[in-house]
């Protein structure tokens, strides 16, 4: 099935561990992002790519790093885990960059930071 | 500053029409959208509007007044299933795509 694979579902991390959150897409997009979903807020975006090498900071970048090797991969990379980037991370996906067009998003990777 | 405004929590009966509301401000505008987003689960594409007036799909309409800076997203025939959180977001003049905290929608046998 065509779509967005995100990985972990779920973790719990203690403070100062570095977390790599993956996210694949087969749908040959050329955009993909990551946003973070906190209670009461809207979704906030982290970072994100137009294409493949190429990578942009979102309105909440601090304390996160991605790549975009190739067009189907995007991970996002918590270097040192804090108790604050507890929250549901999306990663999604649009064939423009223009924000004008449908985005796909994974199911989602809820992290704990304790 | 950028903002988004809607409702936060709405409750509406099983087989009646209900209106969710959305507010935008941002500088500049290309156009608005909506998404369902089940409870757990990933948001999900439900309209796009960048023109004023009326999107019919379904039981799902979606409204635009972009002299207003109004959107509403109109649900007729609820269902229980139609039980969801629904997120408004808007695309400014840098093609930034400023999201809202989301309508929840809870449906009332």
């Known amino acids: 099935i065509a779509g967005i694979t995100q990985a972990p579902t779920s973790q719990i991390l203690a403070a100062g561990r570095r977390m790599t959150l993956r996210c694949t897409q087969d749908?040959?997009?050329?955009?993909m992002y990551w946003y973070r979903q906190d209670l009461g807020l809207g979704l906030r975006l982290i970072h994100y790519?137009?294409?493949?090498?190429?990578?942009g900071k979102g309105e909440v970048p601090d304390g996160y790093s991605v790549s975009r090797a190739n067009t189907d991969d995007f991970p996002l990379t918590l270097a040192s885990a804090v108790p604050s980037q507890t929250s549901v991370y999306f990663c999604?996906?649009?064939?423009?960059?223009?924000?004008?067009?449908?985005?796909?998003f994974g199911e989602g990777s809820r992290l704990t930071v304790l | 500053g950028q903002n988004i405004d809607q409702p936060t929590e709405m409750t509406a009966t099983e087989g009646a029409i209900v209106q969710i509301n959305c507010t935008y401000q941002?500088?500049?505008?290309?156009?608005l959208f909506w998404y369902q987003q089940h409870a757990g689960e990933a948001p999900t594409f439900l309209s796009y509007n960048v023109l004023d007036g009326l999107e019919e799909k379904g039981r799902f309409s979606s409204f635009l007044s972009r002299s207003k800076g109004y959107s509403y997203l109109l649900l007729k025939e609820l269902q229980m299933k139609d039980s969801a959180s629904y997120l408004c977001?808007?695309?400014?003049?840098?093609?930034?795509?400023?999201w809202g905290a989301g309508t929840k929608l809870i449906i009332k046998p």
């Open positions: 790519s137009n294409t493949a090498g190429t990578t």
């Open positions: 749908m040959r997009h050329n955009a």
């Open positions: 977001a808007a695309t400014d003049s840098n093609y930034q795509l400023i």
């Open positions: 941002t500088s500049g505008f290309n156009g």
């Open positions: 999604a996906s649009s064939t423009g960059t223009s924000n004008t067009g449908e985005l796909f």
